[in-house]
Nanobody
Framework: VQLQASGGGLVQAGGSLRLSCAASGRSFSICFMGWFRQAPGKEREFVVAISPSGGRTDYVDSVKGRFTISRDNAKNTVYLQMNSLKPEDTAIYYC??????????????????WGQGTQVTVSS
């Protein structure tokens, strides 16, 4: 499995970005997908996860109501729409796929496959 993230960039506070993560392999449609982020000097943080069908999503409190995760299993792609961005959202964003099929987790330890990361910078 290989994951390729894209869509990061520089945006002013209040702006929007849409991240994409394209996955190879046949396990995409049966695994939870997640987005994590890591700000300078901080540990990697769980942001959101989505179930294989897309019917279940879980967000960290700090992004609820502003970020929306979705997936297209026909395209093996997961998206993260980020609206009302804040300077504290500045980080490298990573997409990830869980190790086990149909197994939810908000722990990075349970995700075996990671994208290369895409930088999101929000200026004030």
């Amino acid at each position: 499995v290989q994951l390729q993230a894209s869509g990061g960039g520089l945006v002013q506070a209040g702006g929007s970005l849409r991240l994409s993560c394209a996955a190879s392999g046949r396990s995409f449609s049966i695994c939870f997908m997640g987005w994590f982020r890591q700000a300078p000097g901080k540990e990697r943080e769980f942001v959101v996860a989505i179930s294989p069908s897309g019917g279940r999503t879980d967000y960290v409190d700090s992004v609820k109501g502003r970020f929306t995760i979705s997936r297209d299993n026909a395209k093996n792609t997961v998206y993260l729409q980020m609206n009302s961005l804040k300077p504290e959202d500045t980080a490298i964003y990573y997409c990830a796929q869980t190790r086990r099929a149909y197994s939810y987790s908000d722990s990075a330890d349970d995700y075996d496959y990671w994208g290369q990361g895409t930088q999101v910078t929000v200026s004030s």
